[in-house]
């Protein structure tokens, strides 16, 4: 492992993480030695003793929450999703940062009421300044006949959010600025503004927003 200027840590993603812990904590422990930070991309389907294992080395992590339905999680995905929030907290517990993931499938977990009882249950258990990301589906595989999400439904589950207290929600795999990016809670600056795959920084000193000195939440603060 060397040390670049441009590298700020590891990212264990796209295969579950979970299934390699083993490999991950050591990585994550040796990224240490560097002041490297490590994240997980995860579906958060693992025990506590496993949970308490591994993430005490774990900057942060990205969670895929699948549904708010434990039906869809069932026909879906063949689990559960106590499991999964129990999983979260869990996490969080340890210390490491958690962000939220939900993509949302037409016809499957985009219905406003799960998107409430979602929302509801993630500024009160995880609290409003965890990030909350709405993804849009794109058909493939064994889903192709489902259509894409439209704009519309990914707006309105960024207003649900909005509307239950929580400071972070954003939409994911679209074109659109204003959802994507993120503003000052305190005093509504653009912080980063987002487009796709577009990041720039844009209201940022360290980890606090240069206009009102608000504290930004899971900002790294190199």
């Known amino acids: 492992m060397k040390e670049t200027e441009s590298n700020i840590g590891l990212a264990f993603t796209y295969n579950e993480p979970t299934i390699w812990a083993e490999w991950a904590y050591e990585l994550a422990v040796k990224a240490k030695e560097y002041a490297l930070i490590s ?10 003793q496993a949970v308490k294992d591994l993430y005490p080395v ?3 992590a990205n969670i895929d929450l699948k549904s708010f339905s434990d039906n869809f999680y069932y026909k879906t995905t063949f689990s559960h999703l106590k ?3 129990d999983a979260m ?8 940062w958690i962000e939220l993931t939900t993509l949302l499938i037409p016809g499957h977990n985009d219905s406003p009421a799960e998107l409430k009882e979602l929302c509801s249950w993630v500024n009160e258990y995880c609290g409003n300044e965890t990030p909350l990301h709405f993804t849009a589906f794109h058909p493939d595989y064994k889903m192709s006949n489902t259509p894409s999400t ?9 207003d649900i959010g909005k509307s239950a207290g929580l400071k972070y929600v ?4 679209v074109f659109d600025e204003q959802t994507g990016s993120t503003n000052c809670p305190n005093c509504s600056a653009l912080l980063v503004k987002r487009n796709w795959y577009d990041v720039k920084v844009a209201g ?19």
Not at 39 to 48: P, S
Not at 89 to 96: A, S
Not at 150 to 158: D, R
Not at 170 to 173: C, H, K, M, Q, S
């Open 39 to 48: 994240v997980m991309v995860t579906n958060a389907y693992i025990t506590k």
């Open 58 to 60: 774990i900057d942060a």
């Open 83 to 85: 499991p999964v929030l």
């Open 89 to 96: 907290l869990w996490i969080k517990n340890e210390g490491t």
């Open 150 to 158: 439209p704009f519309s439904t990914l707006k309105k589950a960024y």
């Open 170 to 173: 954003y939409t994911g795999n």
């Open 204 to 222: 940022l000193k360290g980890n606090k927003c240069s206009s009102c000195g608000y504290e930004i939440k899971g900002i790294y603060n190199m």
